[in-house]
């Protein structure tokens, strides 16, 4: 949990800005690397991402955002010795709390990026459309359609409480929003549902495997978790919500 901070995001505003200027040796190896990871998962796709810029503590006390539109090969400049810009992601996860206590984690599938490892219900941030903004009401749509395609639970955005900023690996952002508590089985039965449609389909979820976790213990238990699953657990056990 060391790697990972809570960050003080009362009120939370995002504001687009531009992709910092990139050299073309900087280009070039992170098509390099971008090809080269591809072909060691040709499952990667190379679509619109949002990178997070830059966070700054406003005077208002407001957290500041700052974010570009780019797409996933940009993560790739992270594996470029000495790049100018080293490229973050904003990224959205829904804390689903069960009836009798705990929160319902997933484990990523062979077809992801990130196979194998633990989270909650979530993904990356993506650029709106034209004409609409990236802001904290679009983060929390994004976050109740990740649930929904994720384990198929579905839950009314307005319904959701932002509830806590993350910063942890590569600088990475997380906004998590908490959703309304489900039954247990009722939230497991959705998913298998969905796992079954999706087979059927040919496709694969996301989550191959869900589970409930009442500590940080259970999430230490469960083995490859993604870096910020233990503090937020923790505090959410805890009862210390940090607001956005």
């Known amino acids: 949990m060391s790697n990972v901070e809570f960050l003080d995001a009362r009120t939370l505003r995002l504001e687009q800005t531009a992709v910092p200027p990139l050299s073309p040796e900087e280009l070039a190896a992170m098509d390099r ?4 990871a591809v072909a060691r998962q040709p499952a990667l796709f190379d679509g619109p991402a949002v990178a997070c810029v830059g966070v700054e503590t406003q005077a208002d006390g407001a957290l500041l955002l700052s974010w570009a539109a780019a797409t996933y ?3 790739a400049l992270r594996r470029v010795e ?4 080293f490229p973050a992601s904003i990224f ?9 206590g705990g929160l319902i984690v997933g484990r990523s599938s062979d077809l992801t990026a990130s196979a194998g490892r633990w989270g909650l219900p979530g993904g990356s941030a993506e650029p709106p459309a034209d004409g609409e903004r990236l802001d904290v009401a679009a983060l929390r749509r994004h976050a109740a359609r990740e649930l929904l395609e994720e384990i198929g639970v579905g839950c009314d955005p307005e319904d959701m409480t932002a509830w806590g900023v993350t910063r ?3 600088g990475n952002v997380g906004v998590h929003f908490l959703a309304p508590k489900v039954p247990a089985a009722l939230a497991l039965k959705h998913h298998e549902a969905l ?6 389909r040919g496709v694969g979820p996301e989550l ?5 976790v009442r500590s940080v213990q259970d999430v230490s238990d469960l083995g490859h978790a993604a870096d910020f699953l ?4 923790s505090r959410y056990v805890g009862g210390e919500p940090t607001g956005a």
């Not at 000495?82 to 810009?85: D, I, L, R």
């Not at 796992?195 to 059927?200: D, G, I, K, M, P």
């Not at 191959?208 to 409930?212: E, I, N, S, T």
């Open 33 to 36: 690397f971008w090809d080269e």
């Open 73 to 75: 090969r940009y993560r």
């Open 82 to 85: 000495g790049c100018s810009w």
């Open 92 to 100: 959205v996860t829904v804390l689903q709390p069960v009836e009798d």
């Open 168 to 170: 942890g690996e590569h």
């Open 195 to 200: 796992a079954h449609e999706e087979r059927v």
């Open 208 to 212: 191959d495997r869900l589970a409930v």
């Open 230 to 233: 233990p503090l937020v657990v």
